[in-house]
Nanobody
């Protein structure tokens, strides 16, 4: 089992950047595929980015490709989401998630563990 804690959210102007972190408990972090999702008010939770357990495979939603970068540091038990050129439509609660059942996943139902979320607000 793994526990996830997100940090790094906040208020930023359009065009700005933020880096989210997801710290995982336990000594088996390197065996989990990781993902970032977001949920805006009144909307369903949506996929943002995913990374395989080794970090060698990544995938992004079309809406964030070229602006966001997912990465991980298995030695620090931490996954990251670097967000650049932020837009007001990126405003949402961002969640990190982990799964061991797949080496790579992009759907919410494929993930077993979730963090509590961190708020990102982009002002225009």
């Amino acid at each position: 089992q793994v526990q996830l804690v997100e940090s790094g959210g906040g208020l930023v102007q359009a065009g700005g950047s933020l880096r989210l972190s997801c710290a995982a408990s336990g000594r088996t972090f390197s065996t989990y595929a990781m993902g970032w999702f977001r949920q805006a008010p009144g909307k369903e939770r949506e996929f943002v980015a995913a990374i395989s357990w080794s970090g060698g495979n990544t995938h992004y939603a079309n809406s964030v490709g070229g602006r966001f970068t997912i990465s991980r540091d298995n030695a620090k038990n931490t996954a990251y989401l670097q967000m650049n050129s932020l837009k007001p439509e990126d405003t949402a609660v961002y969640y990190c998630a982990a799964t061991r059942t797949l080496s790579f996943a992009t759907e919410t139902y494929q993930y077993n563990y979730w963090g509590q979320g961190t708020q990102v607000t982009v002002s225009s």
